[in-house]
């Protein structure tokens, strides 16, 4: 059965800071992975997808990289700005068929970025 | 493109009664998930639709559970007899299956408290 285990569970670091948020899961058979936000109460909204095949992805500020064979990936969060308070959940599709599967998810990392 | 949205986004409920979710998907797409979320944890998957087929059902969905989406547009999740332990937001998401670059967009969720 797929882990998925993110750390760390909570971080809090002033406004401007580079950071490292990971992501860890125990079986490498995957289709892809994905990194979402949720705001409190709110629904998820996707960051960034990464294929099997690719090794990493980057939208603006944000970069995540995946090494399939050692079960991790990581988000890096660039120049962070209050705003990206939230809840980061990455999540992975498992590779059976066409893959046509639920996600499983990891716990999340809740970040606070303060001013 | 108005995205995934979810009726209602509050339910409070007695334990032993049924309740009925709605999720409307964004338009064209062809898949529809439902998972739940409980405080702290990332979200579980419990069933996945293709098109109008119910193609996968995770051992969390109970027999008091039951999705349906007619004619391959919104879908319902029932609840009968419900539980305290049923209280959870209750996500839905929806994708158009590109393979490994499928991304899956979800709604606000509907969160249920059953006293």
């Known amino acids: 059965k797929q882990e998925v285990t993110q750390i760390p569970a909570a971080l809090s670091v002033p406004e401007g800071e580079n950071l490292v948020l990971n992501c860890s899961f125990t079986d490498s058979a995957i289709y892809n992975l994905q990194w979402f936000r949720q705001d409190p109460g709110k629904g998820l909204t996707s960051l960034l997808l990464i294929q099997s095949s690719q090794r990493e992805q980057t939208s603006g500020r944000l970069n995540a990289s995946l090494d399939k064979s050692s079960g991790r990936s990581t988000l890096y969060i660039a120049a962070s700005q209050p705003g990206d308070s939230a809840t980061y959940l990455c999540?992975?599709?498992?590779?059976?068929?066409?893959?046509?599967?639920?996600?499983?998810f990891g716990k999340g990392t809740h970040l606070i970025i303060q001013p | 493109d108005t995205g995934v949205s979810q009726n209602p986004r509050h339910k409070i409920t007695k334990r032993g009664q049924n309740v009925t979710f709605r999720c409307d998907p964004i338009s064209e797409h062809n898949r529809l998930y439902w998972y739940r979320q409980t405080l702290g944890q990332g979200p579980e998957f419990l069933t996945y639709f293709q098109n109008e087929a119910q193609l996968e059902k995770s051992r969390l969905l109970s027999d008091r559970f039951s999705a349906e989406r007619p004619k391959g547009s919104f879908s319902t999740l029932e609840i009968q007899r419900t539980e305290q332990g049923d209280s959870a937001m209750y996500l839905c998401?929806?994708?158009?299956?590109?393979?490994?670059?499928?991304?899956?967009?979800f709604g606000p969720g509907t969160r249920l408290l059953v006293l």
């Open positions: 999540a992975v599709r498992p590779d059976i068929g066409g893959g046509a599967d639920g996600l499983t």
């Open positions: 998401a929806s994708s158009l299956g590109r393979g490994a670059l499928e991304t899956q967009y």
